[in-house]
């Protein structure tokens, strides 16, 4: 998982720079040829795609950067936290629903991901089995039971294949 999410954020860098190193001066260059800048939309544009390109590379380095302190030693045992499949039921309409625990960057809703850093996720982080998270959403509060986890340390652990 967080593999995954490293190598997208790099591929993005590295095809930002391509932009901002290749791409962007050739722009310039052709609208600088158009003559007077004051009023060369061309130029204009492309100048604005340059800083925006810079600002989006300094969030992306900063991204990577904090994924890369990411230390899954302090992942909880036998809790739910960062990479945990969790299947709870909903207190209120007896539903059950199952999630994944990932980094923002790695969120798929489509895919039963949910953020730890989401209300939901706050929510649910170092909770056991049998426990019920009180969670406040913005549709209104949420009572959650947790009925099975499996966590990182236990999918790791599990040879090729298997759980998935």
Do not use: C
């Amino acid at each position: 998982m967080l593999e995954e999410a490293k190598k997208t954020l790099q591929a993005e860098v590295e095809a930002l720079n391509y932009e901002l190193t290749v791409t962007l001066p050739a722009t310039l260059k052709k609208a600088i040829q158009n003559g007077d800048l004051r009023e060369n939309g061309d130029y204009h544009a492309a100048l604005e795609r340059q800083h925006f390109i810079q600002a989006r590379l300094s969030h992306l380095r900063a991204r990577l950067g904090k994924l890369s302190q990411i230390d899954l030693t302090k992942v909880p045992l036998g809790k739910v936290g960062l990479g945990s499949r969790v299947k709870v039921k909903d207190m209120g309409s007896g539903d059950f629903e199952e999630w994944e625990l990932v980094i923002p960057e790695a969120m798929d809703f489509d895919r039963g991901h949910i953020s730890v850093s989401s209300p939901l996720g706050r929510g649910l982080v170092d909770r056991e089995v049998g426990d019920t998270a009180v969670v406040q959403l913005p549709s209104g509060v949420r009572k959650l039971k947790i009925v099975s986890l499996r966590t990182l340390h236990e999918q790791l652990a599990e040879p090729a294949g298997e759980g998935a």
